[in-house]
């Protein structure tokens, strides 16, 4: 099944299997579906890689709903779909990537020998505030509830 979910770069450039992910995501709201989220959030950042540049509403409700399952371990997987591509470094909220917890967060990504370790701590560091992120939270659910 997840073959027909892959990034798939068509004659035309564009990815093949974009609308299949995509119907796939409006029913990814479980906990058992954390981890088809994170295989569909690392082909959204193939298919923003791979793109002409934008983020997309489709990556950003991937990456919404796995950050809504709040592990920092995941702060990878929002750190590569971030900087995919210009537009989605601009787009893509950095409150993905603390959506684990700021202070787990830090903590793990600290703890660990990661290669983007040192940017991701760099781009979080700032964040203190948990109540800024559950904000956010709620500003997204609203947006995609739309």
Known sequence: MTDALRFERG???TDVNEDARGAVLHCANTPEDLPLLRFLVEQETLCRAHSRGGLGDQAALAGFLLAEHRRPEDVWRHFALKRSNFDAGCAYDVEHLVAG??????RYVEASDHPDRDDVLAMIGGFEDEDDVEEWFEHRRAYFAE
């Open 11 to 13: 004659p035309d450039g």
């Open 101 to 106: 917890g700021v202070d787990a967060t830090k």
